[in-house]
T-cell receptor, first 112, second 117 residues
Framework: KQEVTQIPAALSVPEGENLVLNCSFT??????LQWFRQDPGKGLTSLLL?????REQTSGRLNASLDKSSGRSTLYIAASQPGDSATYLC???????????FGGGTRVLVKP | GAVVSQHPSWVICKSGTSVKIECRSL??????MFWYRQFPKQSLMLMAT?????????EQGVEKDKFLINHASLTLSTLTVTSAHPEDSSFYIC?????????????FGQGTRLTVV
């Protein structure tokens, strides 16, 4: 059974610093991995989807890498801003490809 | 990305009453919809998966008679919390997809905060 872990659970950085968020998974036979952002009391916003055949995906200040052999994905956010404060979740579909398994999330605070 | 609309965004109800939450896919046909529950400072817990026109598949430990799910069309799924009790108070989020999640992104609604008093 796939297990997804995000460490640390919380992170605080000063504005302008680069953010590095980690996601690890136990079963390397994944189809894809998706990163989400969740603001307090809100739903999830999809940030990036990396297919299993890809090593990284980029969107603006966001870059996500995927290393299936080590069971890890990393989300980099360059030049963080207070507006980046949120909880970031990673998730990957299970073996049947029809249900997402989520990590516990990393709560990020960017201080002005 | 695709738009999933969830309504209402919050609701307060009395203990013993039923509450219905709607999830709509606005710009695509959602063959599959997912319902999640989220407790404070925790990740999402999948409650059930529904495919259009068929019965929902519930996760272990989720009472199907308490959480009624209907997916009657390709754009609408509803979750009804029957005979709600304070312990049902939580944040409920739906997600919709037009394909298996191994092939496509998942898109989420804005969530519904349910408070049972």
């Amino acid at each position: 059974k796939q297990e997804v872990t995000q460490i640390p659970a919380a992170l605080s950085v000063p504005e302008g610093e680069n953010l590095v968020l980690n996601c690890s998974f136990t079963d390397s036979a994944i189809y894809n991995l998706q990163w989400f952002r969740q603001d307090p009391g809100k739903g999830l916003t999809s940030l990036l989807l990396i297919q299993s055949s890809q090593r990284e995906q980029t969107s603006g200040r966001l870059n996500a890498s995927l290393d299936k052999s080590s069971g890890r994905s990393t989300l980099y956010i360059a030049a963080s801003q207070p507006g980046d404060s949120a909880t970031y979740l990673c998730a990957t579909p299970g073996a049947a490809g029809n249900k997402l398994t989520f990590g516990g999330g990393t709560r990020v605070l960017v201080k002005p | 990305g695709a738009v999933v609309s969830q309504h209402p965004s919050w609701v307060i109800c009395k203990s013993g009453t039923s509450v219905k939450i709607e999830c709509r896919s606005l710009d695509f046909q959602a063959t599959t919809m997912f319902w999640y529950r989220q407790f404070p400072k925790q990740s999402l817990m999948l409650m059930a998966t529904s495919n259009e026109g068929s019965k929902a598949t519930y996760e272990q430990g989720v009472e199907k008679d308490k959480f009624l799910i209907n997916h009657a069309s390709l754009t609408l799924s509803t979750l009804t919390v029957t005979s709600a009790h304070p312990e049902d108070s939580s944040f409920y989020i739906c997600s919709a997809s037009n394909n298996l999640l191994r092939d496509t992104e998942a898109f989420f609604g804005q969530g519904t905060r349910l408070t049972v008093v």
